[in-house]
């Protein structure tokens, strides 16, 4: 039976798939930002690019309002008893950062693209309107934070991931597996589950 709202032991579904949701939307709008900023003015890709960047950017953003309400009304599982308090501390810590850091490159990608006054818009849909300008060169300063902004969230990505594998193939216990969506292997003891 599928299980839409996490328990204390585990994710559910909804929380699975938003998760590995924005995961892969990151590093893809995270590669397809490197690849952009070198095309060529006359590349096919050169508008293309940019545009379809500004689009997932922006739909990404409302999948992390959508998450972030979730997570407010189905609250995720409990950590597993074998974390230390320093590792469930660490893990709240790091989580409120991907989210800051989430939400702040939405917003400054959002001042990138409105910094002549014109709207974004969104898969040729509908448009976000813009706001005037607040600081002068907006365009420049925006982009230099976005760039920082990025970087550092690939960085507490791989923090993270690295986190989840320590977890998984030293601690061996159910972290990543919750995250998987996988059930606890029933032939493992919990002797075994929980070992240090």
Known sequence: MTQWRNSAERYGLVAIVLHWLVALTV???FGL???MVDLDYYDAWYRRGPALHKSVGLTLFAVLLLRVGW????????????????????????????????FALACSGYL????DGRPIPVFG????????ALVEDQEDVAGAIHEWLAWSLVALVAVHALAA?????????????RML??????????TEENRP
Not at 112 to 115: K, L, N
Not at 125 to 132: D, G, K, N, W, Y
């Open 125 to 132: 849909l509908f448009e976000v309107p813009a706001l005037p």
């Open 112 to 115: 990138i693209s409105t910094a």
């Open 33 to 35: 930002g490197l690849w």
């Open 71 to 102: 997570r407010r009304w189905s609250p995720p599982p409990l950590p597993p008893s074998t974390h230390t308090a320093l590792e469930r501390r660490a893990a709240r810590v790091a989580h409120l950062l991907l989210y800051l850091l989430l």
């Open 181 to 190: 969506g996988v059930a606890r292997n029933p032939s493992r003891s919990s």
């Open 27 to 29: 590093f893809g709008l």
């Open 165 to 177: 594998l320590k977890h998984h193939f030293i601690d061996r216990d159910a972290t990543l597996r």
